[in-house]
C-alpha cells in the first residue's frame, strides 16, 4: 500500500486530536461545574455529592476537532444511595435526582439554561459546546460490593470506571507503539473524524466506534495500513452483526438486530474502502493517494501538504496524478 503514514500522522496531530488548549478550556468547564454543582447543592440544602467520574471520550483521550466546538465532556456525579430520600421519606426517583442536579448547577449565569435529558444533565456554553452530567447512585449488595446504578429513564446498573479502565488496558497492550496517544487510541480518533465529516451521516457514536476498534484493532507500525486492515474488518463484522454489547454491563449500545448507526455506517464501508483501493495499485503515486485520503476524510489536507512539498523545491503549478514526479515526501523527487 502506498505509504502515506507520516501525512496521517501530521493530519490526526493538525486535523484531528485537540490541541493542548482546548484540552484545557474543556477540563476548566469541567472543574468549574464540580464546583458549582456543590455550592448549588450545599445552597439548597440537598446531598452532597460524593464524588465526581470523568468518563467517555475525554476520559479516553479521544475528542477529536469539531467545525462547530460541539465537544461533549461528561463527567458523572456520583451519590450514596442512602443520601436519596425524597421528602416523604422514600428514595428519589431516577427523574427527580436529574432535576435536583439541574436546579443545583443552573446559578442563572447560562445563555441556555442547564437542561434534564434521558440519562444526564446537560449544561451549554455558547462557543457550542457542552459538559454532560451524568447522575448515578452508589449502592451495596448483600455481600457489601458497592455499585453504581445510573439514573436514566429509571434506575439501572452502570460502571464508567471500569469503561476507562477496560479502553486504557487494550489500548495500552496492543498498541505496537509508546507514543503519548498510543496507535489504537488514535484508530478510534480517525474514525470518530471520518463519522464527523460529513452533517449528513448517521455514523455510530464515539463509543460504538470504541468497542468496534477493540474488536477489530489491526496493529501496524503504518497508522495508515492499521486504518485500513481495521476498517476491513469492521465491514466483515457488521456483516455479521449490527449489535455491539457494552463491554463491561450486561446489556448492548445498539438499539436492536437493526441499528440505523451500525448500519449506516455498514453500508457506507465498502465505498470507503474501495475508494482507498487505489492505494494497492502500482501506479499510485503522492498526487492519487492524497486525493484518495482527501476524499476519504472529506478534507484537503492530503493535497495541500502535496503543494506545500511542491513549492518548498521550487516545482509550479498544482502536481497531479499525471506528473512525471512520482511522488514528493520530505523535500525530495522520485521520478518515474
Known sequence: ?????????????????????????LRDHRKTNETRLKDGLADQGRPKVKRFQVQGGYAMHTVVQHPKND????????????????SQGAAMSALDVRKMVR???????????????????????????????????????????????????DWKKSDPASVNDWFEGKVTNRSPDNSDDLQ?????????????????????????????VVECYVPDQRDDVSLVKTLRKIRDRLDNSLKIKHPVVDEYVTQGDADTRTKFFRDKAPSLLSNLSVLDGSDCDAAKAASAWDAFFRTTYFTDRIKESAAAIGITGIVSSSSPIRSIRDGERRYG
Open 1 to 25: 500500500m502506498y505509504d502515506c503514514s507520516k501525512n496521517l500522522l501530521k493530519f490526526y496531530r493538525a486535523e484531528v486530536a485537540i490541541d493542548s488548549a482546548t484540552r484545557t478550556l
Open 71 to 86: 465537544y461533549d465532556i461528561d463527567n458523572g456525579v456520583i451519590f450514596e444511595a442512602a443520601d436519596l430520600i425524597g
Open 103 to 153: 436546579d443545583a448547577v443552573d446559578d442563572g449565569s447560562f445563555k441556555t439554561a442547564p437542561e434534564v435529558r434521558t440519562n444526564c444533565v446537560r449544561v451549554h456554553y455558547e462557543a457550542g459546546h457542552h459538559v454532560d452530567l451524568p447522575v448515578y447512585r452508589e449502592k451495596q449488595n448483600l455481600f457489601g460490593t458497592t455499585y453504581l446504578e445510573l439514573a436514566g429513564a
Open 184 to 212: 489504537m487510541r488514535r484508530i478510534v480518533a480517525y474514525l470518530k473524524a471520518l463519522g464527523k465529516s460529513r452533517d449528513s451521516w448517521n455514523a455510530p457514536t464515539g463509543f460504538m466506534f470504541s468497542i468496534l
